[in-house]
């Protein structure tokens, strides 16, 4: 048996790590010369700038991986404030619950939104097709919560748009903790350590010693080789390269499409046509990543938290933005404060389609007025543009979902964000789980072995 991946992002890197410890025979391809897809991080001008993942959530998967690949001494943790999320209300920043005690003391909601969000205890669970994560909010928590807490967490953290998002697909802990629970309060007070509870992490050198470390374990994975064509010959499957390099052509028994879900498709056109159709219905929407920097005198805001979440009903130019200066020590000079801001997603496509300076100078008058700045320019600013962003969990992933399941059984695998989840930790335990689901798929030895 031997397994082909195509695609080194996090989830190819990490299933290939998984499959090499069980001693499964595999080749992972990648067409571009480096690794790690969206984790990306820069040096420039002496700024440490993350072009994807700003932080990791501190797993038990991932604190076993970074323990097996050495990595412990070069892991930052989040500073003690990190936990701290403020969103903008009224042009003002105003610090979000962090727990269901601290809706009292809170400012962002009303003492009637209040009070409805604590008798959500009460409230009987349901099961409706295909219900938003809007429309779960509203009917377990009232419709307060929705401008101002649900709308930017999920535009922020998904870049998606609450309204279109289903539930069970995109928060999935939440909706089994209204299904095992009855309540999803009743759920967190009983498991305060949720996926929304790990520790985030970064590196000394950024995001990008993870999938780089992991790549130089890997015994078989061959870098600036794209996969052209996948075809299949009684129940194999064969990998045509547009360059042959050190790999040799061979048959695989199984196949993992570890891709966005547009280059999957492309490769799936010929072989199952069906998926690729499904695959074209993920919808990527644009985003711009903008670094920004300014001296710290020059900047009236304390910062003591992760970054600030814009809600659509201010009417922000940006999404929100990550104090990364705040976070983790390296990312500029101690006099100066770094902004990652992120414009564009599901609800602000045509914000990050701006023309480049256009859009760089919206981000800091922005960052002027939200953040008390009194520098007319910053020291330093950089954008990055991603066509495709985030995979959205909305009710045309369906079909997709489903029949990757299927599929399945005829060999073909998924290991990407558009199944196990956007976030770096969700793409390595389904990494981790689907190698022990092959390893599960290989013949026993004969005898004779």
């Not at 809007?134 to 967490?153: D, K, L, M, S, W």
């Not at 200066?325 to 997603?345: I, Q, Y």
């Amino acid at each position: 048996m031997r397994v082909a991946i195509v695609g080194a992002g996090i989830s190819g890197l990490a299933l290939a790590y998984y499959l090499q410890k069980l001693g499964i025979p595999y080749d992972l391809f990648e067409a571009s010369e480096h690794v790690g897809g969206n984790i990306k991080t820069m040096q420039e001008s002496g700024y440490l700038l993350e072009l994807g993942p700003n932080a990791l959530q501190y797993t038990p998967e991932l604190e076993t991986l970074v323990r097996e690949l050495k990595l412990e001494q070069e892991v930052v943790p989040t500073a003690k404030a990190g936990h701290h999320r403020y969103v903008l209300r009224n042009g003002n920043y105003e610090k979000l619950p962090d727990s269901p005690f601290s809706l009292l003391s809170n400012g962002i909601f009303s003492w009637k939104t209040k009070l409805r969000i604590l008798q959500e205890k009460d409230v009987p669970p349901a099961d409706i097709d295909y219900e938003t994560i809007t429309q779960f909010f509203e009917r377990r928590f009232g419709p307060g919560v929705i401008e101002y807490a649900v709308n930017p967490f999920i535009s922020g953290v998904y870049g998606g748009d609450p309204s279109r998002l289903l539930v069970h697909k995109a928060l999935p802990l939440l909706k089994e903790m209204e299904n095992r629970y009855g309540s999803v309060l009743k759920g967190l007070l009983k498991h305060p350590v949720s996926q929304f509870g790990y520790e985030n992490i970064s590196f000394v050198k950024g995001m990008q010693t993870l999938p780089n470390a992991i790549a130089e374990k890997l015994i078989s994975l061959h870098t600036g080789l794209p996969v052209e064509m996948i075809t299949r010959n009684q129940g194999k499957y064969i990998i045509s390269c547009s360059a042959t390099g050190d790999y040799d052509t061979e048959e695989y028994t199984m196949l993992v499409l570890a891709l966005p879900a547009q280059p999957a498709a492309e490769l799936l056109h010929y072989t199952f046509p069906g998926m690729a159709a499904a695959l074209q219905n993920i919808h990527y929407p644009p985003m711009s990543v903008v670094h920004t920097v300014y001296h710290r005198r020059d900047v009236n805001h304390v910062l003591d938290g992760f970054g600030a979440l814009h809600p659509k009903a201010e009417c922000p130019f940006a999404a929100g933005a990550v104090w990364s200066s705040s976070l983790f020590d390296g990312r500029c000079r101690p006099h100066e404060v770094l902004f990652t801001s992120f414009v564009g997603g599901a609800q602000y496509e045509a914000h990050a389609l701006t023309d480049k300076e256009k859009l760089m100078e919206c981000v800091h008058q922005e960052l002027k007025e939200t953040h008390g700045i009194t520098a007319d320019k910053p020291v330093f600013q950089h954008m990055y543009f991603m066509e495709h962003s985030i995979p959205q969990y909305d009710l045309y992933i369906e079909d997709a979902h489903h029949m990757a399941e299927q599929l399945e059984q005829e060999g073909l695998f998924i290991a990407a964000n558009w199944q196990a989840g956007v976030s770096v930790s969700s793409c390595i335990r389904h990494a981790k789980e689907l190698a022990h689901k092959i390893n599960l798929k290989r013949p026993a030895p004969s005898i004779a072995e």
